[in-house]
């Protein structure tokens, strides 16, 4: 059982950072897959970046090299560290869990998102 809550979403100017977090309720050593997606008005949820719980990230094409995600198992917490934001990356930003067990089951948590806004 793992609830997310996210957190440090706001609005900020073109060029600006942000910090996300991502709170769980539990120890996230259990949780094999981290991640961070978003979904912009009227447009599809995407994947923004995921980490695992050895430390391997991923991250899509549009965020490479402006957006880093982290984990913190002693805080029970991921994060999500954005700069050179531009008003593309606008959109509400959910956190996912992604747990793996025997015989093939897998457990997905989300958070209730937290919007993100980037204007002048």
């Known amino acids: 059982q793992v609830q997310l809550v996210e957190s440090g979403g706001g609005l900020v100017q073109p060029g600006g950072s942000l910090r996300l977090s991502c709170a769980a309720s539990?120890?996230?050593?259990?949780?094999?897959?981290m991640g961070w997606y978003r979904q912009a008005p009227g447009k599809q949820r995407e994947l923004v970046a995921t980490?695992?719980?050895?430390?391997?990230?991923n991250y899509a094409d549009s965020v490479k090299g402006r957006f880093t995600i982290s984990r913190d198992n002693a805080k029970n917490t991921a994060y999500l560290q954005m700069s050179g934001l531009n008003p593309e990356d606008t959109a509400v930003y959910y956190c996912?869990?992604?747990?793996?067990?025997?015989?093939?089951?897998?457990?997905?948590?989300w958070g209730q998102g937290t919007q993100v806004t980037v204007s002048s």
């Open positions: 996912n869990a992604l747990t793996f067990r025997t015989f093939g089951k897998r457990y997905d948590y």
């Open positions: 980490i695992n719980s050895g430390g391997s990230t």
């Open positions: 539990g120890s996230i050593l259990s949780i094999d897959i």
